[in-house]
């Protein structure tokens, strides 16, 4: 180790043995967004959401919500499946349906699944062992970390006194946290995560070729991240409605990495299920004997 | 490329996919500067997030822009504190004894690298770390930054020297 070059590639070699492959920057901007933190507004540390996907359905924003769905999913319309005509500005095909089955309060929760899906150099896909699970009631969430079949942590979301309370579970370190949050979750109503994804669709590049997913047949499309920030052109999401329901069934987040033995990163949520039967606890804070609370 | 005068302009509007790209520019950085403390990339993953969720909150009490990366690493270097505290409370024997790399630990000269980084100036730290780690030219880093070519590359070379001193050190 004699000269700067050496250093270079010192630090070149130090970054791939650091540095994770993939950006978290998504899932920062998917934390603030589902917290609705501001930069005016000074938040002592402890006081944030620890995770980064949800859906969380506040009772007082059920109704913007429709609201807002109705507006936002409003402008689109997907045509029959043989590849008509699937944008107009008139049709409020995929709001309305959402629309109607809060209404009538059919849909009752949503359950899905996240994980992480490298793309190898020779183009193999391999999927994250770590796998999320989400359960959305109407004013209350959790979710489940497992790392493979082992269930990492678990966390839940309840409403109380006007706020909302994180108890959250380490089963590695068999520690708990109890975090309150003042208010509500601001501008993180119970489709947030939905919201911006599906909005994009107005802008799409494209519609994507008809798919079976689960057995059901979908209808998808396919933008550039460029359109939505400070993205590079290659980076794509995708996302998949079911034709009948017209629901969310899969959405893609597609992140070329070509400097590294990986070519990309895609983010999958997936195994939609809009009317779960979740069990009664399903949203009950339950302690292990034996955890100790620690201070986050 | 957008400086992070503009990106930190649009987060302060509550632009969250400007300040998406602010995390992308500086990730790996702040990630070396965690796992620096902790020794555990398994353990820096949410000391990292945390890091710009804060950075984020308290945005508006950054005064120079151009001091965003010192800012930030001053952030990442007090959470991971913070959470090496808290880790050594916790720690069990089965922890200790696990393969470094299924832990998520790094090597020797990983870590004296990154001993030798956390000894460098904040900005000549900031300077290397942008031009290795996220592969930024010269001219990109001082445009980013908000610092003259001239200035930036002293900044590099200087860091390299101190770094070449380091390691030498660290040989003997």
């Known amino acids: 180790m004699t000269t700067h070059d050496d250093i270079a590639k010192r630090m070149q070699r130090l970054?791939?043995?650091?540095?994770?492959?993939?950006?978290?920057?998504d899932a920062v901007v998917d934390r603030l967004s589902e917290r609705g933190n501001t930069p005016n507004r000074t938040l002592p540390y402890g006081s944030r959401l620890a995770t980064w996907p949800s859906l969380q359905w506040a009772p007082v924003a059920l109704a913007a919500t429709v609201?807002?769905?109705?507006?936002?999913l409003g402008p689109f319309r997907i045509s029959s499946q043989d590849g008509g005509d699937w944008l107009t500005s008139t049709s409020t095909a995929y709001g309305q349906v959402l629309t109607d089955a809060l209404e009538k309060a059919v849909v009752k929760g949503v359950t899905f699944r996240e994980t992480?899906?490298?793309?190898m150099s020779d183009g193999k896909h391999h999927t994250s062992s770590t796998v999320g699970k989400q359960f959305i009631a109407r004013d209350r969430y959790r979710r489940d970390q497992y790392e493979g079949e082992r269930l990492h942590s678990r966390q839940w979301y309840v409403p109380n006194n006007g706020g909302m309370v994180q108890t959250g579970l380490a089963y590695d370190t068999k520690t708990y946290t109890v975090l309150r949050h003042e208010g509500s979750f601001g501008d993180t109503d119970p489709i947030a995560r939905l919201k911006f994804f599906v909005n994009l669709v107005d802008k799409a590049d494209k519609r994507l070729a008809n798919r079976k997913i689960d057995g059901v047949d979908c209808i998808g499309f396919e933008i550039s991240a460029s359109k939505y920030g400070d993205n590079p052109e290659d980076w794509k999401d995708r996302i998949w409605f079911d034709a009948e329901t017209k629901l969310p069934v899969r959405m893609e987040r597609e992140r070329p990495r070509k400097e590294t033995q990986f070519e990309a990163f895609i983010r999958v949520q997936d195994d939609f299920n809009w009317q779960p039967e979740l069990p009664e606890d399903a949203f009950l804070p339950k302690i292990p004997e034996g955890f100790e609370q620690v201070e986050r | 490329m957008r400086s992070d005068k503009e990106l930190i302009a649009a987060s302060l509007e509550q632009d969250?996919?400007?300040?998406?790209?602010?995390?992308?520019r500086y990730e790996k950085m702040v990630f070396a500067t965690v796992v620096s403390i902790l020794g555990d990339r398994h353990a820096a993953e949410d000391v990292v997030q945390d890091t710009f969720i804060a950075a984020y909150e308290h945005l508006p009490s950054l005064r120079r822009s151009e001091a965003f990366g010192p800012w930030l690493m001053q952030i990442a270097r007090r959470n991971a504190l913070r959470e090496s505290r808290r880790r050594k409370r916790f720690r069990s024997l089965a922890e200790d004894?696990?393969?470094?790399?299924?832990?998520?630990?790094?090597?020797?000269?990983?870590?004296?690298?990154?001993k030798g980084l956390n000894r460098l100036p904040e900005h000549e730290r900031v300077a290397i770390m942008l031009r290795y780690f996220e592969n930024l030219s010269v001219e990109s880093i001082a445009s980013v930054t908000g610092r003259t070519v001239g200035t930036v590359t002293k900044q590099l070379s200087r860091a390299r020297t101190r770094l070449l001193n380091w390691l030498k050190e660290t040989q003997k």
Do not use: K, M, W, Y
């Open chain 1, 116 to 119: 992480t899906v490298i793309v």
């Open chain 1, 15 to 25: 970054a791939d043995e650091v540095c994770p492959h993939e950006s978290i920057a």
């Open chain 2, 97 to 114: 004894v696990a393969a470094p790399v299924a832990n998520g630990q790094l090597s020797e000269v990983s870590r004296d690298l990154l």
């Open chain 1, 67 to 72: 609201v807002f769905l109705a507006v936002l």
């Open chain 2, 16 to 24: 969250r996919v400007a300040f998406g790209g602010l995390v992308r």
